[in-house]
C-alpha cells in the first residue's frame, strides 16, 4: 500500500515537473509564421509560429512564443483568445482556445487601464508636469528661507512645517522611481500611484507655502501662521533649547502686535 502511494505522489511530481504551469491568455493580433514541424513517425508536417505579449490572471505580462501545426487546434484565427500553459522548465507545455468571457476579467481591465495611462500620461506629460512643479516650488522654498527679519519661530516653523525637507525628498524619490520603471508598459498603472503620491507632497507644499506669504491676519490663534506655530509647538520634537527660544521669539511679536492695537485705539481722531 506503502508503495502504491509513494509511485502515485512521484508519479503527480513527475507531472506537474514536467506539464505544469502557469496559464497566460494572448490575443492573436498577426498571422502566423509558417514553417514545418517533425512529428511522431518521422514526417514533417506544417506548423505555425506565434510570438506576443500574454498576461496572467494578475494583468503580469510575459513575452512568449509558440508552435502549433495543422494536426493540432490551429491555426488560430486573427482576435482568437488562446490560453498558454508555461512550465518554469521547459517552456510552454499546452494551449488551447478560449472565449472571451474564459479569459480573466482582469487581465482585460488592467490592460485597458494601462493602455489609457500610457495614452493621457507618456513620458513627455510626466516630464512637462515635474518640471512646472519644479520651477515653482524652487524659487518659493528659497525666498522663505532666505526671508529676512524671520524670527527663531518663523524659521523653525517654515523648515519643519512648510518646506519638511524630509517630506520633499520622499517625494522626489517617489517620483524618480516612477520614472526609470515608466517604459515597462505592463506596470504603467501601478508606477501611478507612487508618481501621483510625490506630486500630491510638492502640491501640498505649495499650497502651504502660498498661504504663509500671503497670511496677513496678525491676530494671534487665527490666522495660518499662528495655526502652524501651535502645530509646530505641539506636535514637533523641540528640544527644551529650542522650545526656549520659540516662546521668547512668539511672546515678543504677540507684544509687538498687541502694542500697535493699542497704539491704534488710544490715536486722536483728526
Not at 514533417?44 to 496572467?56: E, F, H, L, P, S
Not at 493540432?72 to 498558454?84: A, E, L, N, T, Y
Request: charged residues 20%.
Amino acid at each position: 500500500m506503502a508503495a502504491f502511494l509513494a509511485t502515485i505522489v512521484v508519479g503527480i511530481v513527475i507531472t506537474n515537473y514536467q506539464y505544469g504551469g502557469k496559464a497566460y491568455y494572448m490575443r492573436i493580433d498577426n498571422s502566423p509564421t509558417i514553417t514545418h514541424v517533425d512529428v511522431p513517425v518521422g514526417t514533417t508536417v506544417r506548423g505555425y509560429a506565434y510570438q506576443g505579449t500574454a498576461r496572467d490572471a494578475q494583468g503580469q505580462t510575459k513575452k512568449l512564443k509558440f508552435t502549433t501545426n495543422e494536426r493540432d487546434i490551429s491555426p488560430f484565427r486573427k482576435g482568437q483568445q488562446v490560453k498558454i500553459m508555461v512550465n518554469k522548465n521547459f517552456g510552454v507545455v499546452g494551449y488551447q482556445r478560449v472565449q472571451e468571457q474564459g479569459v480573466p476579467v482582469v487581465v482585460d481591465v488592467y490592460r485597458s487601464l494601462n493602455l489609457s495611462v500610457e495614452k493621457i500620461l507618456p513620458l513627455s506629460t510626466l516630464t512637462a508636469i515635474t518640471a512646472t512643479l519644479l520651477s515653482l516650488l524652487i524659487p518659493l522654498a528659497i525666498f522663505l528661507q532666505k526671508r529676512p527679519g524671520s524670527d527663531a519661530v518663523e524659521t523653525a516653523t517654515i523648515q519643519i512645517r512648510i518646506i519638511n525637507v524630509k517630506a520633499l525628498v520622499f517625494a522626489f524619490v517617489l517620483i524618480c522611481f516612477a520614472f526609470l520603471l515608466w517604459g515597462i508598459d505592463s506596470i504603467k498603472m501601478m508606477l501611478l500611484l507612487p508618481y501621483s503620491v510625490g506630486v500630491i507632497l510638492i502640491l501640498s507644499t505649495l499650497v502651504k507655502s502660498v498661504k504663509w506669504i500671503t497670511d496677513w491676519n496678525w491676530e494671534p490663534e487665527t490666522g495660518f501662521r499662528s495655526l502652524q506655530q501651535n502645530k509646530l509647538i505641539k506636535k514637533s520634537k523641540l528640544t527644551t533649547n529650542q522650545r526656549k527660544l520659540v516662546w521668547e521669539a512668539r511672546l515678543k511679536g504677540m507684544a509687538e502686535v498687541a502694542s500697535k492695537m493699542v497704539g491704534l485705539q488710544v490715536m486722536p481722531i483728526g
